[in-house]
T-cell receptor, first 115, second 112 residues
Framework: EPEVTQTPSHQVTQMGQEVILRCVPI?????FYWYRQILGQKVEFLVS????????KSEIFDDQFSVERPDGSNFTLKIRSTKLEDSAMYFCATETSGFPTDTQYFGPGTRLTVL | QKEVEQNSGPLSVPEGAIASLNCTYSDRGSQSLFWYRQYSGKSPELIMSIYSNGDKEDGRFTAQLNKASQYVSLLIRDSQPSDSATYLC????????????FGTGTRLQVTL
């Protein structure tokens, strides 16, 4: 069964450093999302991406964040200058098109620890 | 502010019993509702989706949706220790390319 994959599984970085989180979507999926979950809190939407453009972004997704699909397969989330409060699990989710199959499938996540 | 509310629990049920999980949501628009299961330190795993009023059954799981009351529930029959997890209710406008809004989740403990 196809699944979303994410790398790395765990990233430790120093405050102020740049990190890139990678996701490989399910092959026929066209809509891509990033969510994050701070320990003990709920899953929060960051950004959605379709046709090489951001469709929607949350208040969390400020100028320090960017997304791109550099090679037609990977979908990346970049945090330019990490802060302590960026420590969280980051989940990529992908979705195919067409009602009622508007279901999002989540990757295993990347645990980001900012020291 | 669109909200999804769940009782955080823990909800403790004995093995073999029925677990009943509830969720209310505030947005009256056309919504798709989803139940995800999340084990500690893992990603959300889809259990059920429901789009229309009424019941939807899948194995030991039954989702019940009442759009007028903005209420969705998940019943787990014959609960097993492996069902012990946090159950997340999520809502999105029906159709593609829309974000999921999650509740805080209900922690379920199935005891032997």
């Amino acid at each position: 069964e196809p699944e979303v994959t994410q790398t790395p599984s765990h990233q430790v970085t120093q405050m102020g450093q740049e990190v890139i989180l990678r996701c490989v979507p399910i092959s026929n999926h066209l809509y891509f999302y990033w969510y994050r979950q701070i320990l003990g809190q709920k899953v929060e939407f960051l950004v959605s991406f379709y046709n090489n453009e951001i469709s929607e972004k949350s208040e969390i997704f400020d100028d320090q964040f960017s997304v791109e699909r550099p090679d037609g397969s990977n979908f990346t989330l970049k945090i330019r200058s990490t802060k302590l409060e960026d420590s969280a699990m980051y989940f990529c989710a992908t979705e195919t098109s067409g009602f009622p199959t508007d279901t999002q499938y989540f990757g295993p996540g990347t645990r980001l620890t900012v020291l | 502010q669109k909200e999804v509310e769940q009782n955080s629990g823990p909800l403790s049920v004995p093995e073999g019993a029925i677990a009943s999980l509830n969720c209310t949501y505030s947005d009256r628009g056309s919504q798709s509702l989803f139940w995800y299961r999340q084990y500690s330190g893992k990603s959300p795993e889809l259990i059920m989706s429901i789009y229309s009023n009424g019941d939807k059954e899948d194995g030991r799981f039954t989702a019940q949706l009442n759009k007028a009351s903005q209420y969705v529930s998940l019943l787990i029959r014959d609960s097993q220790p492996s069902d012990s997890a946090t159950y997340l209710c999520a809502v999105k406008p029906t159709g593609t390319a829309s974000k999921l809004t999650f509740g805080t989740g209900t922690r379920l403990q199935v005891t032997l």
